[in-house]
C-alpha cells in the first residue's frame, strides 16, 4: 500500500507526524496518453510558512508527484548551514531531522533547488522552493531578487555572503561556503528571502562539483555589480542579474615546438595569446646548451587559433636539438607566460621549405554573401610573405571592369586587409583579381602564372533595414563607454554585431538582414570591448549591463527606431 504523510501543525499535534497507511507501495504512471511535462512542487510542508518560536527538530515536504531522492537529498540546502541532516521517505514525501540543537533566534531557510527530477519523466522544478521559520519570535524579512541570463539559467547557483561583520577582502568563495543560497529557475529568475539586515556579497555560480565552493576555470560565474545592503528603509533589492563567464585564472604554457620543415618550427601554447604581446624579442631559438642561436627571420599567428604560432628562421641543421624560449607573451586575459613552461626541444628538419603560400581564408570566399559597401575584405595565407609584391597582385574591379582604387593593411606577416577607398556601389557586382605568382614567402616560393578571382554583390538597400535607439542611464559615476549588441535571434549563425555608445545618445545598427534580434549592452569600465563578469576574489564587481525587454523584428525597409535600453 502507498504512505503518505499528513503534516499536522504544531497546536494540533506538538509538531510530531503522523503517518497513515494508504494504498499500495508499488506505484508506476498510467501506460498511454500525453507525455507528461509537467514539473514536479512542494504542495505540503511543516512547519508552516515564516513560523516563530520554531523549537522541534524537524522539516517535511510533500511533493505533487513521485521524484527522485537522491535528486532532493542533493538539491537542498539550509541556510545558516546545518550538518548531519538524516533524511526519511515514505511515498511523495520528505521528512529531515536535524541531529543538533539549532541556533537561537535566528531565521532558517530550507530551500529546495530546481534540480529535482520526477520519476516518471525526469521533469524537473520549474521554481527553486523556500521555506522560512525562526526559533525566535520573529522572522528576517530582507530579500534579493534578480535573473540569470544564460542560455541554460536552471540549477544556476546564487551564493550570499554576509559580510558586514567580517573583512570583505578576506572573503574567499574558493574555500569559504555561502551563508544562503537558492537556485536560478527554468527562466533564470531567483529569489534569496528572509535575510537578516546587514550587507551581502553576491555571486552566481554554476557550481560543476556541487561542493557549494567556486571552482575556477570549472564553474562559470558572475559577481554582481557591488555589495548589496538591506536595512530597515530597504528591506527589497531587485535587479541584481548576472551573466555568467568562465574565469581565466591560469599563465599560458608553451606546451610543445616542432620543425615543419628546414625553415619553420610551428609553436603551440595551452591557450589562445594576445597578438599584440606576440613579437620577434619574444622568442629565442638556440641549441640546447644556448651558445649558438638560430636566426628568426619571421613569424605569424594562425587565423582561427591564436594558441599556434610559426616562426620562420634561418636554416636547421638536420638532426640537431634545438630549444625554443618565449617570454613576456601574454593569454588574451594578460597573463604572462609561466617562466617553468616557456620552453620547448625540437629536432631541426632536413625538409627543403619549397611550398609556396596557400590560401587559407578571404571574406569574399563565399559567393552567396552580400557585402556592405563600406566592407573591407581580409585575406589569410599559410605562411610569411613578403610585403612589397603584394600590392602589384590584388584588384578589384566592378563589372563595368573599371578597377577600384584600394589600400593594404598587414594584420600580421601572413594576413592583410584590402580597404577600398571609397564606398562601394550598393547592389553592385565585383570581383577581386588575386595573382598568386606576385605572393611569395620568405625565400620566394610562388605560385607561377596562377590568378584566382573571387566575387560577390554588394548589399541591396531594399533588403536591409535598421534599429536605431538611445542608451539611458542616470548614473554617471562610472565610465561613459558602452557596448551595445545585436544578435539574430531567427538565424544564430550570424554573429552577433556591436557598436559602441555613450550614455544619453542613440546608437544605430544599419544594414541588418531580416529577423528577430535581441538587444543588450554593457558599460564596457575595463575598455575591452568584451563584458567582464568580475572575479570573486581578490574581489572585482561585474560590469553593469541590461537586456532589452522585447525581441524587435527587423524587415526591409522598415527601421526600428525609437528603442530606450536603460542601464539599471
Known sequence: MASRLLLLTPSQHSGIFLLLLMGCAGQRPPEGGPVDTTPPEIISVYPSPNATDYADSRIALEFSKYVERRS????????????????????????????????????????????????NNRNRMAHAFSLAFSTGPQIDRGEIRGRVFDEKPSGVMIFAYKVD?????????IRQKPDYITQAGAGGEYTLSHLGFGIYRVLAVRDEFRN?????????????????????????????????????????????????????????????????????????????????????????LHAGRPELVTLVTDRQEKDSLYKVFAERVKDRTGHVINPLASSKQFTGAALPDTVPPR??????????????????????????????????????????????????????????????????????????????DSLRDEIGNRWKDSTRNFSFWTIDPEMVSSIEGTLADSDSSLVDRYVIIAQNSTDKMKPPVHVASRRWKKFLF???????????????????????????????????????????????????????????
Not at 95 to 103: A, D
Not at 165 to 173: A, G, Y
Not at 237 to 258: K, N, Y
Not at 552 to 558: E, G, L, N, Q, T
Open 72 to 119: 532532493v537529498e542533493e538539491s537542498i540546502f539550509i541556510s545558516p548551514y546545518v550538518k548531519d541532516v538524516e533524511f526519511d521517505w515514505s511515498g511523495k514525501e520528505v521528512e529531515m531531522s536535524f541531529q543538533e540543537p539549532l541556533r537561537k533566534n535566528t531565521t532558517y531557510v530550507i530551500t529546495v533547488g530546481t534540480d529535482v527530477l520526477d520519476v
Open 165 to 173: 561583520d567580517i573583512n570583505p577582502d578576506t572573503l574567499n568563495p
Open 212 to 300: 557549494l565552493l567556486y571552482d575556477p576555470e570549472a564553474d562559470a560565474m558572475s559577481t554582481a555589480t557591488g555589495d548589496i545592503r538591506l536595512d530597515d528603509s530597504d528591506t527589497l533589492r531587485t535587479g541584481i542579474d548576472f551573466q555568467l563567464a568562465t574565469e581565466d585564472t591560469t599563465s599560458p604554457r608553451l606546451i610543445s615546438a616542432a620543425a615543419t620543415d628546414a625553415r619553420h618550427v610551428e609553436v603551440k601554447f595551452s591557450e589562445g595569446l594576445d597578438s599584440a604581446s606576440v613579437s620577434f624579442d619574444a622568442f629565442t631559438i638556440s641549441d640546447t646548451s644556448r651558445i649558438r642561436l638560430l636566426s628568426i627571420k619571421n613569424f605569424f
Open 359 to 436: 590560401l587559407l581564408f578571404a571574406t569574399a570566399m563565399d559567393s552567396t554573401a552580400r557585402f556592405s559597401v563600406e566592407e573591407q575584405f581580409r585575406f589569410e595565407y599559410s605562411d610569411a610573405l613578403q610585403r612589397q609584391p603584394v600590392a602589384g597582385g590584388i584588384h578589384l574591379r566592378g563589372r563595368d571592369s573599371v578597377e577600384v582604387a584600394c589600400s593594404i593593411v598587414w594584420n600580421g606577416s601572413a594576413s592583410f586587409t584590402v580597404k577600398p577607398q571609397q564606398p562601394l556601389r550598393p547592389n553592385y557586382f565585383y570581383t577581386f583579381f588575386v595573382r598568386f
Open 510 to 568: 544599419p544594414l541588418l538582414s531580416e529577423g528577430e534580434y535581441r538587444l543588450k549592452a554593457f558599460q564596457d569600465v575595463d575598455g575591452t570591448g568584451i563584458y567582464n563578469s568580475g572575479k570573486p576574489f581578490p574581489f572585482v564587481p561585474s560590469e553593469r549591463f541590461a537586456v532589452y525587454r522585447d525581441s524587435i523584428k527587423v524587415r526591409a525597409r522598415w527601421p526600428v527606431e525609437g528603442v530606450l535600453i536603460k542601464m539599471k
